[in-house]
């Protein structure tokens, strides 16, 4: 788990991963408002990359949403 930051993504982010063949399915949760995003990526891919991309995924949702 990771801890947003930039006050963009205040709180708790719960990561899901679920390997899906040769690709790895990866879900983003923002524990406290329950919005999710899924990213999908090479399953080879190092984990914290993934994280990564899909925290960035979720800042982005979360901007747009609070914007309207």
Known sequence: MLSG???IVPGE???EF???GPQMR???IHAATGTEVIIITPA???RLQMQQVALAKLKRRMERESQG
């Open 13 to 15: 982010v719960l990561f």
């Open 5 to 7: 930051s930039q006050n």
């Open 26 to 28: 990866v879900a983003a």
């Open 18 to 20: 679920t390997r899906v």
């Open 44 to 46: 080879n891919s190092p």
